[in-house]
């Protein structure tokens, strides 16, 4: 289901104010992002993340191995859900050469 882009960017930002709070570590902030994004990856909403937070989620897919059964998992998220939200993501962000 897509989340609205006004919805999706409260949250980002509720999740990055709890973040710079110490609340999340920065790879707990990535994989909650990642989790949002794949509900609505558009370019709206990947433009509104800041730079860093780009490179650090372009930086955690490009580790996650399609081949491997690898399964990263951030919340009480069934391995099958968060396998196929990386995927979305990755997806998303090959066709927009942001992997190769």
Known sequence: MKKDNGDLSTELTEYRSQYEAGLYT???????VIDLMSESMTDENWRSLPEWLQTQVVGAMRKVSEKKTEKIIFGDVEPEIA??????VKAWLREKGYLI
């Open 83 to 88: 396998i196929q939200r990386n995927k979305i």
């Open 26 to 32: 920065l790879r707990e902030l990535v994989w909650v």
